[in-house]
């Protein structure tokens, strides 16, 4: 398993970016699937946006073309850009990752086996 620290979050306001971070420690970083996940305010944790060792990324429809994910396997780090920021993508954000992962499972949380303690995104309007 990869031990996660999330990193980057903050109060902003509607149609601002951010970049969240999270730093991994453990083995085989670059062969991992490493995801973003988020919990707004009563909700459940939903699926944001993946990449897998490949480089091939995906995506929630509902941020299609507003956030990049990315890694850096030199520095054990995986981002998440962020732009366009919507009150909706208020959240607790949530790093994962997976060694088993496929292309069709990658939204599924319980197919991730590292997962950090999040950091909190607040956009206001």
């Known amino acids: 398993q990869l031990q996660l620290v999330e990193s980057g979050g903050g109060l902003v306001q509607a149609g601002d970016s951010l970049t969240l971070s999270c730093a991994a420690s453990g083995r085989s970083f670059n062969l991992y699937t490493l995801g973003w996940f988020r919990q707004g305010p009563g909700k459940e944790r939903e699926f944001v946006a993946a990449i897998r060792w490949t480089g091939n990324t995906y995506y929630a429809d509902s941020v299609k073309g507003r956030f990049t994910i990315s890694r850096d396997n030199n520095r054990n780090l995986v981002n998440l850009q962020m732009n366009s920021l919507k009150p909706e993508d208020t959240a607790l954000y949530y790093c994962?990752?997976?060694?088993?992962?496929?292309?069709?499972?990658?939204?599924?949380?319980?197919?991730?086996?590292?997962w950090g303690q999040g950091t909190q995104v607040t956009v206001s309007s």
């Open positions: 994962a990752g997976g060694l088993r992962l496929t292309s069709t499972t990658n939204h599924l949380e319980q197919e991730y086996d590292s």
